[in-house]
């Protein structure tokens, strides 16, 4: 079934009064070269789906893998956020794990199939350390749950995008750049077009935001973060549902 709703909605990508309306890009992107340590933590293709060449097998067909940088994200308060930009004023709620400061590589990992292409991680890349354990990122008043079982955390999405950002950014937001598909920050993905997957990393003022597309499209995704043998936080990571890797 995740199969046949991938082609469906790459199908829909393809249509040309869409394609007409965007150009895809000639930027360079950069991608990934480096290669986790060790994989100790599972699910494994948390760290997997981020290396050039990586296969997987979705339904009978096979899914190949690569992941890209897009920039750097601002972390100053070291409290951060995901979720859906259009309902940013309703879901803008951060984790309350606190984050490392400074300026971290937001990395997408990006699958094709039959020359068609979406995003089925994105991650935020606090360090190279080995991730020894992931855990669900949560919110105020949020319960934990084990990773991989019926039960999840995560952000409902119906715009297509999902973004990143401090809380400290969201302060300084005007929400009219990412209020409605019309907004800036939609408009300056449509710079970033790569054959039915976008991107941008958008500054406005001393901050800056990450948004890219997410998936197939809607539905609700989880977020978790990846610990390393300190117990310090190296990843930030949402899964768009691609993979059927979770218990039944």
């Known amino acids: 079934m995740k199969y046949i709703l991938f082609a469906l909605i790459l199908f829909a990508c393809h249509n040309p009064h869409q394609k007409a309306s965007r150009q895809i890009s000639t930027e360079v992107l950069d991608t990934i070269k480096s290669t986790p340590a060790k994989l100790t933590a599972t699910p494994v293709l948390f760290e997997t789906a981020f290396v050039n060449g990586t296969k997987e097998d979705l339904n009978g067909a096979t899914l190949s893998l690569y992941g890209v940088t897009i920039g750097k994200i601002k ?49 935020i890349n606090f360090s190279d350390a080995p991730v020894e354990k992931w855990e669900f990122a949560l919110q105020k008043g949020q319960q934990p749950h084990p990773v991989g079982g019926k039960e999840m955390h995560g952000y409902s999405v119906d715009g297509g995008v999902g973004i990143y950002m401090d809380e400290a950014a969201i302060k300084a937001l005007d929400n009219s750049t990412v209020a409605n598909f019309e907004g800036k920050v939609f408009k300056d993905m449509n710079k970033h077009y790569h054959n039915d997957w976008r991107y941008t990393m958008y500054d406005f003022g001393t901050h800056n935001l990450a948004a890219f597309t997410t998936g197939v499209g809607d539905g609700y995704y989880g977020t978790y973060i990846g610990f390393d043998a300190a117990g310090n936080p190296c990843r930030l990571l949402t899964d768009f549902g691609i993979f059927n890797w979770r218990k039944k």
């Open 75 to 123: 972390v100053v308060s070291g409290h951060l956020i995901a979720c859906d930009p259009l309902h940013i004023d309703e879901y803008g709620i951060p984790f309350t794990q606190v984050f490392p400061t400074g300026e971290f590589p937001v990395q997408l990992s990006i699958g094709k199939l039959k020359g068609e292409e979406t995003v089925a991680f994105a991650r």
